[in-house]
């Protein structure tokens, strides 16, 4: 139990891990802007009028991609002042002496955009991804925290899953129970049939019960059961939950309980002596 108290406090400590302030995320777009604009600048002696916008482009999308649209837009605009300012003639200065320059920078501001645009909605879709995947993970840790065995299977009772508490309370792996069939793999037996119980369930929705499970190892095993159909938005069965609670050591405490009460009635009841048994208000509860 102490290790799966340990994985809920690691996965609180993981969902506590905030996302880049506004700040961090503009602080990286202005200094990708420039240091893209460095590098460019300092190979100027080689590249000469070749290749303006080559850095700055990349920078546009690691912005995009670190902060998101506004981010690629403030690194986009960054980056065209400063390769006007210190790449186009002439140098040093806002004017644009070429009209080729000032096409050049006016498709830069378009693809910068575009870039900007298409890497910002790439990240928030990863971000949603992502942010899926974590909701997942978190239910499934939740999951493997019961002690109570809970499966999930397809409407033909072939398992889906099986999370730790099955695996500890049966003896099979997950791995190994999936696909198999719940009746055939627990040897189910009650008071009533498994199409029985298969009936109830398609018709009512649930099914709640005492059944006998085979363990692994052949133990017999007491269980309370809850069961549930899952359906979709069409009303169509899609799959089983299966919620199983281990009531072996309580029944056979309980056998054991009753075994000692009708041992001690039978002692008093076989004494010659009379004995009698009162309340707190003085009524008789017992007389042999």
């Given amino acids: 139990m102490d290790a799966r108290i340990s994985q809920v406090r690691r996965w609180q400590r993981r969902s506590l891990v905030p996302a880049p302030a506004a700040g961090l995320r503009y602080g990286v777009a202005g200094i990708a802007a420039l240091a893209a604009l460095g590098v460019r600048w300092a190979l100027d002696p080689v590249l000469g009028v070749h290749s303006p916008y080559l850095a700055?482009?990349?920078a546009v999308i690691v912005a995009a991609w670190f902060g998101g649209r506004g981010p690629g837009f403030a690194s986009t605009a960054l980056s065209t002042l400063g390769t006007q300012f210190l790449l186009l003639e002439p140098r040093y200065s806002f004017a644009i002496a070429h009209r080729e320059a000032v096409a050049g920078l006016a498709l830069f501001v378009v693809v910068g955009s575009l870039i900007s645009v298409l890497v910002g909605n790439l990240r928030e879709l990863h971000l949603a991804s992502a942010r899926a995947e974590e909701a997942l993970w978190r239910k499934t840790q939740l999951v493997d925290l019961s002690h109570d065995a809970i499966i999930t299977a397809d409407p033909g009772r072939r398992i889906t899953g099986w999370n730790a508490g099955a695996e500890e309370m049966y003896g099979w792996t997950e791995a190994e129970a999936v696909g198999k069939s719940t009746h055939d793999l627990l040897h189910i037996s009650a008071g009533v049939s498994t199409a029985g119980i298969?009936?109830?369930?398609?018709?009512?929705g649930r099914w709640d019960g005492e059944l006998t499970h085979v363990a692994r190892d052949g133990r017999r095993l007491a269980v309370e059961s809850r069961q549930k159909l899952v359906r979709d938005d069409t009303n169509q069965t899609v799959g089983i939950l299966e919620i199983n609670r281990d009531l072996t050591e309580r029944k056979?405490?309980?056998g054991q309980l009753a075994a000692e009460h009708r041992r001690n009635t039978a002692i008093l009841e076989s004494i010659s002596d009379g004995f009698n048994?009162?309340?707190?208000?003085w009524r008789y509860t017992y007389v042999n």
Avoid: N
């Fill in 252 to 254: 056979r405490a309980e």
């Fill in 198 to 204: 298969d009936e109830i369930l398609h018709r009512e």
């Fill in 277 to 281: 048994a009162f309340d707190r208000e």
């Fill in 56 to 58: 700055s482009a990349l």
